[in-house]
């Protein structure tokens, strides 16, 4: 119940999907090894400069690996390498001239988790990165990422999680520790929700095969997701994403400017089991709202925007966990 509690809290903080493993931490499970790839091809037309072809690739491989675990204690280190690669309107001959053609972003991380008497837990998580189209060119595209965890387990069926997040660079409330607090419910095996700050999530399971799950974290990631396990390993799922990535120009004015990828589509797909933690998925995304822009955070002024026809993206996931 902890492990989808704590997936959504961090996602909301750190904007990464690849911080979903850290839902494990103070969860009553042992922290597996596990890998992580996604990648995304798109090809579009950019309306700002009369339809020139913009294609774009992106890609992003997680690994997270325990490497102490005894009792109720856990250690280990996490990487994350992300890569986005656009190709079509040369970005660099532009008058704004603060587009870059290829952005990349590394991680590396570190974790611990100790069980406490009384079902109450706790877990700390440090992260290092870098992002931008020349990574570890610039102290200031550096970000330090901390959190800290608290968990009470009231009765088997309702946890509370507290927590406090720090990182200097965030598109919303950058450099501002932000607490976090959230409410488990899980009464019976077919309801799962957590309601809180910022995060909000529901997981229903209305009849075999079938489950539905919607996610609000506040103020900018929406998600609603249905799978139905139609054949043996085989399962289709569609939903409906509103998302965002950012990462630096390495000659901006302005430190604080970030380049930000706004994306709200549509997907759906095939995906294959080959267990419970490791799957192959194969889908087609299309994304009604893309939007490039500079800007100090998502809601702040942009110093300029580019709007990117609505286009089909064909998408490749993998995860394996042991």
């Given amino acids: 119940m902890v492990q989808l509690c704590l997936y959504i809290i961090f996602l909301s903080l750190s904007y990464s999907h690849s911080f979903e493993f850290l839902g494990t931490l103070i969860g009553n499970a042992d ?15 950019n309306t700002n400069y009369l339809g020139a072809k913009l294609d774009q ?24 390498v992300q890569a986005v690669h656009f190709h079509g309107y040369n970005f660099e001959t532009d008058a704004r001239n603060d587009m870059k ?28 990165s870098t992002r931008s189209n020349r990574p570890f060119d610039r102290a200031a595209d550096n970000s330090v990422d901390i959190f800290a965890i608290y968990r009470i387990q009231k009765t088997l069926t309702t946890d509370l999680v507290f ?24 009464p019976k095996p077919e309801l799962f929700s957590v309601i809180g700050i910022p995060a909000n999530y529901i997981l229903y399971v209305p009849m075999d095969n079938l489950v539905i799950s919607a996610t609000a974290i506040l103020p900018v990631i929406f998600k609603f997701d249905v799978n139905y396990r139609f054949w043996g390993p085989l399962l289709a799922y569609a939903g409906w994403d509103v998302d965002h990535h950012y990462y630096f120009a390495s000659d901006r004015v302005d430190d604080n400017d970030k380049i930000i990828l706004d994306e709200k589509g ?17 889908g ?18 942009r110093n300029w925007a580019i709007d990117i026809d609505p286009h089909w993206n064909l998408d490749l996931k993998a995860t394996f966990s042991f």
């Fill in 31 to 45: 922290v597996k090894t596990k890998i992580d790839f996604d990648s995304r091809l798109s090809s579009a037309s």
């Fill in 57 to 80: 690739y992106r890609s992003q491989t997680s690994v997270y690996v325990p490497i102490y675990q005894e009792g109720g204690e856990a250690a280990g280190f996490s990487t994350d």
């Fill in 101 to 128: 053609n290829s952005f990349e972003a590394y991680q590396f991380g570190t974790f611990y988790r100790k069980k406490l008497e009384n079902d109450r837990a706790v877990a700390y998580y440090v992260n290092f």
């Fill in 163 to 186: 927590l406090i997040a720090y990182t200097n660079n965030r598109t919303v409330l950058s450099g501002i520790p932000v607490p976090g607090f959230a409410y488990v419910w899980n």
């Fill in 266 to 282: 549509i997907n759906a797909g095939i995906k294959m089991l080959f267990s419970r933690t490791s799957y192959i998925t194969l």
């Fill in 284 to 301: 087609a995304n299309y994304d009604y709202y893309n939007t490039i822009f500079e800007s100090k955070s998502y809601y702040g002024k």
